[in-house]
């Protein structure tokens, strides 16, 4: 088993920047990738970004040159750095892991954190 946290959400001003943190313990070896998500009130939930420990990172089109993924291999832990924020990326953030590679959709992930709350006022 995979056990996952996240943190760094809260409410912010357009343009502002935050930095969410996904924590990762247990059977850590087994995780190829590690995704974030967002899941907007009412809507479903969307692919942000994604990587693996190796290798170029994913991006959706919608956050492309204001987020950044990242890792920390030795803490078990990815970043989304989120700058430029904007209302419409009011949302939980999830964090996921997957064993088997790098997927845009949720089903391809088979741990998933608690989500952390972002909140962009106008």
């Known amino acids: 088993q995979v056990q996952l946290v996240e943190s760094g959400g809260g409410l912010v001003q357009a343009g502002g920047s935050l930095r969410l943190s996904c924590a990762s313990s247990g059977r850590t070896f087994s995780i190829a990738a590690i995704g974030w998500f967002c899941q907007a009130l009412g809507k479903e939930r969307e692919f942000v970004a994604g990587m693996r420990w190796s290798g170029s990172p994913t991006y959706a089109d919608s956050v492309k040159g204001r987020f950044t993924i990242s890792g920390d291999n030795a803490k078990n832990t990815v970043y989304l750095q989120m700058n430029s924020l904007k209302p419409e990326d009011t949302a939980v953030y999830y964090c996921?892991?997957?064993?088997?590679?790098?997927?845009?959709?949720?089903?391809?992930?088979?741990?998933w954190g608690q989500g952390t709350q972002v909140t962009v006022s106008s």
């Open positions: 996921a892991a997957s064993r088997g590679g790098l997927w845009s959709s949720p089903s391809g992930y088979e741990y």
